[in-house]
């Protein structure tokens, strides 16, 4: 799979990729207002969602495709060109001097994805089935100018919209090869039918429907269609969250990208831009969790003084006036705790988190070429696959990128396997504490993590000692006539305890335990991918041991994701 790239200034972003299939015979006197359709179809998506940059790929097929294609063009958008056979063969197809100018003057401003990988079109009908289902794989919607009538070219309209509706009734096609692509959920079955007339014998649409009538597909092609003028509400949360994150990462600081570093010297833009858009997924989700450290903090600490003013106040009848000490305390941790949770803090950190690490794992796959059972592997199959629904945006955004990742070519970019190694992998100093990669991070991240709970379980031991010795010393207070004694040492009794309450709900609040088993899982997992892939290895191995840390890797990300999104700060109501 070969691509070239037209340079296109677009922001490191997650795109929204729009497929297109249609007939080659529309009837020219439909066209017009076909056209019309499309313009506004594809004005609606670019002006509700301003800051996701919009992809139109399609085979720039004679008919419908050319005509989205040129739409699209008029109105700035960025094409792709899913080429499904040898380039001389497919410029043979057209059927007149006009239509194949058409052709190549947006072919030349297209992105071009040579799905043929250079083999001959012995069996063009398989060929243009691979286009296709290629095509509805990747997409978020399909856009179809199609009569809605089954047909039984593999690599036609029809089979396009089924194999798209896989997962609602339609069929795949009749390859392993191609079922291996499905992916089975209905998270990537959008389609949004234009009925057109077919200039041919019964060219009419199907079941009665009029002529340009337009909606989205909610049944498989072959049955009865009912077109829905809007889209469904579980598409628009994964649109509507795209767009959000667009819109954070747009008004980034420049910092976030001051540790970018291209792969690799001339890597195509769109492996590039992927880079970028991780930087920032990455820099967005440190932000987030620094503000919410910093605010759980402030709440835990707030916490503390409610409950010495608690305390004080029912031990010291002179100290009446910390009651509203601990009334405005207890105000100031909900107000505190309710503000967070209204700006999303915990579920953007958790969220975009989950974003940059499924990218991370999923572009260094890429770039060192690494496959699955004989294709490329795509991460987005099976991260966070039926977690939650509310987070299929992320897999839409692993999807449009892997898409957009296309441009490193079937076998990786040159170099990409020693680049993911070194950089994703890493190493490691324990001596001199030094590290670099995912390999480093652990380590450290798991360090940390085990410094916090042992000073956490030394400070818990300390209170508990000075706990019960100042339960003793109160024993002894009548023997020994020293009264003023009694307040100061019940005082303590009560602080000591409440003291070592807030550390551990403070561990249990950051997962501490967790993570430190997790972080320590991960890092023996990247040392012993490390050792194989040290010294002489042949490429097919390292590349094999690749995709199984890759695996691994995606699934404990996802396992961190459950792990933390039930813990969202609250205010302390007992404390």
Known sequence: METTAVPMDLPAAIPLVIGVTGHRDLVESEVPAARERVREFLASLRDRWPR???????????????????E?????????????????????????????????????????????????????????????????????????????????????????????LASKGGARPATDELRDLALGEADNSLVYHILVSRDRRNGEPTNGHKPLSAGYLHE????????????PEEYLHVLERTEEFNGVAKHATAGALADERAPFVGAPPAVRRCARLIALADHLATLYRRR??????????????????????????????????????????????????????????????????????????????????????????????????????????MRAVDFEMHDAGRDGISGGIEHAIETWVGSLDPVKARGSGQLGYFWHAGEQRRHMIALTERTGAV???????????????????????KTPLVVTMGLLPLAAGLLEAWLQKSAAKELARQYGYMYRLFDEAR?????????????????????????????????????????????
């Open 52 to 70: 996701t940059p919009l992809i139109v790929a399609s085979q720039l097929a004679e008919g419908a495709d050319l005509l989205v294609a040129e």
């Open 72 to 164: 699209a063009h008029a109105l700035g958008l960025e094409l792709v060109f899913l080429q499904p056979l040898p380039i001389a063969d497919y410029r043979a197809q057209f059927s007149g001097p006009e239509e194949l100018a058409r052709f190549d003057e947006l072919r030349a401003v297209s992105r071009v994805v040579d799905l043929t990988n250079g083999e001959a079109a012995a069996d063009r009908d398989t060929l243009y089935a691979v286009a296709g289902d290629f095509l509805a794989r990747y997409c978020y919607i399909l856009l179809a100018l199609w009569d809605g009538k089954p047909s039984a070219s593999p690599g036609g309209t029809a089979a396009v919209v089924n194999y798209r």
């Open 220 to 231: 498989f092609a072959g049955g009865r269609s009912t077109l829905q003028e809007s889209m």
């Open 292 to 397: 919410l450290t910093r605010i759980t903090a402030w709440t835990y600490g707030i916490g503390a003084v409610m409950g010495c003013a608690f305390v004080l106040y029912s031990k010291i009848p002179a100290m009446w006036g910390l009651i509203y000490v601990f009334f405005g305390a207890a105000l100031t941790t909900i107000a505190l705790s309710r503000y967070a949770e209204y700006r999303g803090w915990h579920r953007d950190h958790l969220e975009y988190r989950a974003l940059c690490e499924g990218l991370r794992v999923q572009f260094y796959l890429r770039i060192a070429g690494v496959r699955d059972e004989g294709r490329l592997h795509t991460g987005d199959e099976s991260f966070l696959r039926r977690q939650d629904p509310e987070l299929d945006w992320i897999r839409n955004a």
């Open 463 to 485: 209170t508990l000692v000075f706990g019960l010795a100042a339960a003793a010393v109160l024993c002894f207070v009548p023997v020994l006539h020293t009264g003023y004694l």
């Open 531 to 575: 050792s194989q892939l040290q010294g002489d290895v042949a490429d097919d191995r390292r590349r094999s041991v690749l995709y199984s840390l890759g695996r691994a890797a995606l699934a404990e990300h996802a396992t961190w994701v459950l792990l933390n999104r039930d813990r969202k700060l609250r205010h302390l109501p007992s404390h």
